[in-house]
């Protein structure tokens, strides 16, 4: 190649004029058009006519802007309603459970925070409380009050954040979702100051939690509770009678109490199904029995449900932190008998679980005495959670398929593992 | 050129004197469309630095575009999967020049946390140039922000002429990657080795 004169690379640079050496701009080879079109369409068997029935395939994903992270549906479309859905995910496969297995029972807990990663309080809780029941350890009274405060402020935080995400995949570009993350930012800073991280908060410890809260947190919390109602109330008014929402919404991938219950759909999707289950009333850990709060149920278990069940937990989260800021005690955070380094617990087997705000999280571990676990399994709601997608997309179009994936709630982390 | 005093002046009688080089630059760094493309974790704080606290639009970067064609920042936000990172690499190749890369995350820079994983890609620079690294698990928005800002001086400094022009204007640099394959044990192959020069590491005697 000839060496370019400095002003032929300035043009080159502006991309105007003949700077390239192989000739001027409009001499270079021009592709030829593809030869059919880029996607694949089957004409459907027995149809008389060429294109009469034919079907779309189409891969939704793992980069589109509405999946949630990197998550591919394989979409068979007939006209534009959906005949077949199969979903594909491991692209965000990062081995959680093999390199918990190869640390010791402290080392996985920062890696349970990267699992379902709005929500790395409740899942520091689950965790833990399977490793509690493997040792026997019990955590002293505040810490399990703290315990309570994150795990629900944590539920405020995923709930709003979804709610601004499903309008988002609606077409509502920016307005509810930046007001949901608003709120947001107001919970991260009160975690933030508690736990020294904005996200991955790696705050709870086998016997306890890791740090006290001052009292100046606490007052803090009760102002940011006291003030979320005005914020769902904001909310509320802008969505839960729109016009357009109600239209993309109701009727929109229902799912049948049966079939949610068969395929072990757990958290706000089955109650939406009107399921009254709830691990927090069903068999409760921690102090939940000490508060006063209702479990609302849905009843046709479509889209709008499941959107409504959501607002309506959050005011009953608001309800138990207002009772469980009042009620804390003064005292330690962390059991003093219990170890966290050279931790070998005895042999046997634990499955710790609770209601996180994606539904049913669980830990199952195997303890051999050695320090580290011999088997960790994690139970991850959002992942059984989509197994039921086709099944609730089927007759539908594509759009709607974006706002019922939407409605499930995943956090590829979670899925994936 | 013109010396910073007289322009200073000339400016004063409303004569602007700039060289097309700075023109460009600049506008081009106060422009920048981000790809809308989100991994893992990284992509949270990503939104949050969108949102109306951190704001991005202050540096003209609000525009997330949903197409690779449309876009001129790729922000690898998150763990790259051996099963994914074909299709970032993809992505990347598809986005028209002149193009930048920020690895956000430890994850982005080396698998981090993740490293020991058998599934996960130990830093995105073994398949495409990255201009700016932020480190953190993940990082702050003003962390994001600060990256972004680096990555503007970057190109307010670039030549458009010289032996010192950046990748896009030099012609014999790609302007596309190899796209690795998923092969049967690892990636096929496990770095583009004319891109990815580790630097030795030394120990002290």
Partial sequence: ?417 | MVEEGLRNELSRQNIFLTSIQELYNWGRRNSLWPLNFGLACCAIEMIAASMARFDIARFGAEVFRPSPRQADLMIVAGTVTKKMAPMVVRLYNQMPEPKYVIAMGACAISGGPFKRGYNVLKGIDRYIPVDVYIPGCPPRPEALLHGLITLQRKIAGERLTGPERPRHLRELEPSEYPIPAYGPYDLDPPKNTELWHPKPFVRDA
Avoid at chain 1, 231 to 254: C, H, M, P, W, Y
Avoid at chain 1, 298 to 310: A, K, L, T
Avoid at chain 1, 373 to 401: K, V, W
Wanted: hydrophobic share 40%.
């Fill in chain 1, 1 to 417: 190649m000839s060496r370019q004169t400095e002003g032929q690379q300035f043009a080159s640079a502006l991309g105007m004029g003949n700077a390239s050496p192989e000739g001027p701009r409009g001499d270079s080879p021009v592709l030829p058009p593809p030869a059919g079109p880029l996607y694949e369409a089957k004409p459907k068997p027995g149809s008389a006519r060429a294109a009469e029935g034919e079907t779309l395939e189409v891969a939704v994903g793992p980069h589109h802007p509405s999946t949630h992270g990197v998550f591919r549906m394989d979409v068979v479309l007939d006209g534009e309603r959906i005949i077949s859905l199969k979903p594909r995910f491991g692209y965000l496969h990062r081995n959680h459970e093999k390199l918990c297995e190869g640390g010791t029972y402290l080392m996985a807990i920062p890696y349970t925070d990267r699992l379902d990663y709005f929500c790395s309080l409740t899942n520091n809780w689950a965790y833990v409380l399977a490793v509690e029941k493997l040792a026997g350890v019990e955590a002293p009274e505040r810490a399990e009050y703290l315990r309570v405060i994150t795990a629900e402020l944590t539920r405020l935080l995923n709930h709003s954040c979804l709610v601004g995400f499903l309008l988002q995949d609606m077409g509502a570009m920016g307005t509810p979702l930046m007001y949901a993350f608003r709120e947001r930012e107001k919970l991260v800073d009160l975690f933030e100051e508690l736990t020294g991280a904005r996200m991955m908060c790696n705050y709870m410890r086998f016997g306890g939690c890791r740090t006290d809260a001052s009292a100046g947190w606490l007052e803090r919390t009760r102002r940011v509770v006291d003030d979320f109602p005005r914020f769902l109330d904001e909310f509320e008014d802008l969505l839960t009678s729109n016009e357009i929402l109600l239209a993309r919404t109701q009727g929109v991938g229902k799912l049948s109490a049966e079939l949610a219950i068969n395929a072990g759909v757990t958290g706000p999707m089955l109650r939406a199904s009107g399921v009254a289950y709830d691990i927090r009333k069903a068999a409760p850990y921690g102090i939940y029995e000490r508060f006063a709060f209702r479990v609302p149920v849905g009843e046709h278990g479509d889209v709008y449900d499941r959107y409504m069940i959501r607002m309506l937990e959050m005011r009953e989260s608001v309800r138990i932190l207002k009772q469980a800021l009042k009620e804390i005690p003064e005292g330690p955070v962390l059991n003093p008998k219990a170890r966290r380094r050279n931790f070998r617990p005895p042999v046997g087997e634990a499955y710790g679980r609770l209601e996180a705000p994606k539904g049913e999280l669980g830990f199952y571990l195997i303890s051999d005495g050695s320090p580290r676990p011999y088997r960790f399994r994690i139970r991850a709601p959002s992942f059984i959670n989509l197994t039921i997608l086709e099944d609730m997309c089927l007759g539908h179009t594509l759009q709607d398929a974006v706002i019922i994936l939407g409605s499930v709630d995943i956090v590829m982390g979670e899925v994936d593992r």
